[in-house]
Nanobody
């Protein structure tokens, strides 16, 4: 079974930084699309960053561009989200998700992802 396990969330002051990790196990394909999403109370889940593990293409939501960086460590089967210059509006539960690389659809459409982690809370205050 495919499992995604996030870690690295916490409480940080505005302007601070955090690094989220998503450990992937059980994925048969060597190439897939990994997305980071977030959901604040009362709001819809939104995509913030995505990466194709095969080619390395990355995508960012306008709200985080220039502040967040998505990257991968193939040896550790882990995808990271480094968040800098954090703002109170970044407060949310953050989830990583995976889907086959060949699957069509907007990378920030959560309905296109097959596998999800349990989430990690990020609070900026």
């Amino acid at each position: 079974d495919v499992q995604l396990v996030e870690s690295g969330g916490g409480l940080v002051q505005p302007g601070g930084s955090l690094r989220l990790s998503c450990k992937v196990s059980g994925y048969a394909d060597s190439s897939y699309c990994m997305g980071w999403f977030r959901q604040a109370p009362g709001k819809q889940r939104e995509g913030v960053a995505a990466l194709y593990t095969g080619g390395g293409s990355t995508y960012y939501a306008d709200s985080v561009k220039g502040r967040f960086t998505i990257s991968q460590d193939n040896a550790k089967n882990t995808v990271y989200l480094v968040m800098s210059n954090l703002k109170p509006e970044d407060t949310a539960m953050y989830y990583c998700a995976a889907r086959p690389a060949r699957k069509m659809g907007w990378v920030f459409d959560p309905s296109t992802y097959n596998y999800w982690g349990q989430g990690t809370q990020v609070t900026v205050s």
